[in-house]
């Protein structure tokens, strides 16, 4: 079944160069001559180039894979796989192109001129990038993936389906236009417009514990000038193995709004919390070091003014004991002596050198009395006079 029917692709498939030439005919006599032509007169399907092995083909309806050959024209329902290596190109009727990266899997949905250019692509896994020559009035060129379809206007674009997502990145075409692409997801009403060069639509899968969710982000220019040059021929076998690291970091840098990296940077702008060094004012919490002020409580030390309790010294009236105090029982003579000995009123002066109970140190008091320390006993009895 699969034989017969790549046999008759092969009887209705003419060469590339002539397809190109039936299809420029029909654009530029319009409409109604596409319509005078049969079924089997209309260019349909597409050619596949092999790049790069392994790459299988399977025929519509058998999900049979077997070994694909190069020239090979595949029709509406068949499926292209490649292995981890494998490279493959699809060149459709209206010279559009569809290149295959390894590990991707793609089938055609349609392939065929209905008035216009209509195609359509389904793809389930990998990576695979479209350049898609402008279409006429009525034309149209899809991308379905089981996340998300991809409705091309006229560009150059990239579809990668991963392992909890479907990405599109939109390129510059080689003759510098870009299009437009919209991605508009399977269970959602958010659609992601991509209208300049390295705009980027996400479409994650869905699950019964999480709703499917869309996302739009910008890949940086080095990976996008990798991706449009691999666009610039999409037989370059160079250029399709550097467009897997591209796509790699393009899927990478969308998935990355996901994460809480944005709130991240909130929290940066928590760094006001910096502001909260204002705090920092708490400092004047030093100036209660005013207790150090406290300290004015050395000024208590006018408690040495307490050391006008000196001006007791008027006790020098007990040099009147210098009188001749006659005691009881005592000479005469002894009596001047016995002043003298009355004369220890004196020590009242608080200690002027003299012997005192003491034990004739004199610089407590005259401590006090000149608190600088300096100064001798003689000194002592200035502050008396200045009372």
């Known amino acids: 079944m699969k034989s017969a029917q790549r046999?008759?692709?092969?009887?209705?498939?003419?060469?590339?160069?002539l397809v190109a030439v039936a299809v420029a005919a029909m654009w530029v006599l319009g409409p109604g001559a596409a319509a005078s032509l049969s079924a089997a007169e209309l260019p349909v399907g597409a050619t596949l180039s092999v790049l790069a092995d392994p790459v299988e083909v399977a025929g519509q309806g058998d999900g049979i894979f077997g070994a694909a050959t190069s020239g090979e024209t595949l029709l509406a329902g068949d499926t292209?796989?490649?292995?981890?290596?494998?490279?493959?190109?699809?060149?459709?009727?209206?010279?559009?192109?569809?290149?295959?990266?390894?590990?991707?899997?793609?089938?055609i949905e349609q392939a065929d001129y209905s008035g216009a250019p209509?195609?359509?692509?389904?793809?389930?896994?990998?990576?695979?990038?479209?350049?898609?020559?402008?279409?006429?009035?009525?034309?149209?060129?899809?991308?379905?993936?089981?996340?998300?379809a991809g409705l091309v206007r006229g560009?150059?674009?990239?579809?990668?389906?991963?392992?909890?997502?479907?990405?599109?990145?939109?390129?510059?075409d080689r003759d510098g236009h870009v299009g437009h692409v919209q991605v508009v997801p399977a269970q959602v009403d958010s659609v992601v417009d991509l209208v300049r060069a390295g705009d980027v639509g996400t479409a994650s899968h869905a699950t019964s514990e999480q709703p499917q969710t869309t996302s739009a982000s910008h890949v940086d220019d080095a990976v996008l000038a990798t991706l449009e040059q691999a666009a610039q021929d999409l037989h370059d076998v160079g250029g399709a193995t550097a467009v897997s690291g591209a796509v790699a970091s393009v899927v990478a840098q969308a998935a990355t709004p996901a994460q809480p990296a944005a709130p991240a940077t909130a929290a940066q702008a928590a760094t006001p919390a910096e502001g909260a060094t204002v705090a920092q004012p708490a400092t004047p919490a030093q100036p209660a070091t005013p207790a150090q002020a406290a300290a004015p409580a050395q000024a208590a030390t006018p408690a040495q003014a307490a050391s006008p309790a000196q001006p007791a010294t008027p006790a020098q009236p007990s040099a009147l004991a210098q009188r001749v105090i006659p005691v009881q029982g005592a000479p005469s003579g002894?009596?001047?002596?016995?002043?003298?000995?009355?004369?220890?009123?004196?020590?009242?002066?608080?200690?002027?050198?003299?012997?005192?109970?003491?034990?004739?140190?004199?610089?407590?008091?005259?401590?006090?009395?000149?608190?600088?320390?300096?100064?001798?006993?003689?000194?002592?009895?200035?502050?008396?006079?200045?009372?």
């Open 7 to 17: 046999a008759r692709a092969v009887l209705h498939t003419a060469p590339r160069w």
């Open 80 to 107: 292209v796989r490649t292995g981890s290596s494998g490279i493959a190109v699809l060149t459709f009727f209206d010279g559009s192109e569809t290149q295959l990266g390894s590990s991707s899997q793609l089938q």
């Open 118 to 148: 209509q195609i359509a692509l389904f793809q389930t896994q990998g990576t695979s990038l479209n350049r898609v020559i402008p279409l006429p009035p009525g034309g149209s060129f899809r991308t379905d993936t089981p996340d998300a």
């Open 155 to 172: 560009t150059s674009y990239v579809v990668n389906v991963g392992a909890t997502a479907s990405t599109l990145a939109l390129l510059t």
């Open 334 to 387: 002894q009596a001047a002596t016995s002043a003298q000995s009355a004369t220890p009123a004196t020590p009242a002066r608080g200690g002027d050198g003299g012997p005192s109970s003491n034990g004739g140190s004199s610089k407590p008091a005259a401590a006090i009395l000149n608190p600088t320390g300096h100064g001798d006993a003689s000194n002592s009895l200035a502050p008396p006079q200045h009372l």
